[in-house]
């Protein structure tokens, strides 16, 4: 059974680490982050967190409920890291697509991270406050709330599954990474056009697009519709 955790102001080590650290939940999280960086998520357990802190493993438990919550806390950070670093202007669609692109920056900057907390829900305040951000915008911009809930879904979940599939190539080795784009200039540009017309066709094109992330083109597909989606309720006559 999970041991519940204490209040932050209560579980606080009144004296630092091996390390000289004094224990804190971000210091925790911002240390997870340096471990998945440099180890992977198989790296990333209590005792080899501990470990790096200078604290022994069950000290975590003073923290988290679990390595799962440590995971979700995780996912709390990235978003949290996003919405800091987006700036507000007041039109909705040059904000949605200004956040889409430091949610996806973000987590791109955590590749590993990223593939592990993308599909999580945490629950916690910074995702609370991103989501209330963006109906807020929605909103504001006058779309109804079905409407609303709509693009919102749409909007969160093309942010976050493309922020694990971009992420997910960035935690391949260099040279695995490599070999795969260099496909697109090997194996499909010596597909006969007598075999693969089509492919043949585009591959100098294909070779120049598939290395590089759709997110910024899907985005900009999701805002034409929202948009398209918006002028048609307003020019609905009321009553």
């Given amino acids: 059974m999970a041991k519940p955790v204490v209040p932050e102001a209560a579980r606080r080590r009144r004296r630092p680490t091996r390390q000289g650290t004094v224990l804190s939940e971000k210091v925790i999280v911002h240390t997870a982050l340096r471990m998945l960086r440099e180890h992977g998520s198989t790296g990333l357990t209590a005792r080899r967190l501990g470990a790096a802190l200078g604290a022994d493993a069950s000290t975590l438990y003073r923290y988290f409920a679990g390595m799962d919550d440590l995971t979700r806390a995780i996912g709390e950070e990235l ?98 990474r490599a070999a795969d784009e260099q496909m697109w200039n090997s194996t499909y540009a010596e597909l006969s056009a007598d075999t693969h017309p089509h492919i043949a066709a585009t591959a100098p094109l294909l070779a120049g697009r598939m290395t590089q992330s759709a997110y910024p083109v899907l985005l900009e597909t999701l805002l034409n519709s929202a948009e398209a989606g918006l002028a048609r309720t307003r020019a609905r006559p009321v009553g």
Avoid at 146 to 154: E, G, T
Wanted: glycine share 6%.
């Fill in 79 to 176: 978003m949290g890291q996003a919405l800091d670093a987006w700036t507000a202007t007041g039109e909705w669609r040059t904000d949605l697509r200004a956040l889409g692109r430091s949610i996806h920056a973000t987590y791109l900057a955590h590749p590993q991270a990223a593939v592990l907390t993308a599909s999580r829900v945490t629950g916690r305040p910074r995702e609370i406050a991103a989501d209330e951000t963006i109906l807020r915008i929605l909103r504001t911009a006058g779309f109804p709330d079905a409407n609303a809930v709509v693009v919102y879904h749409a909007f969160i979940d093309l942010a976050l599954a493309f922020s694990a599939l971009d992420a997910g190539s960035l935690t391949l080795s260099d040279e695995t």
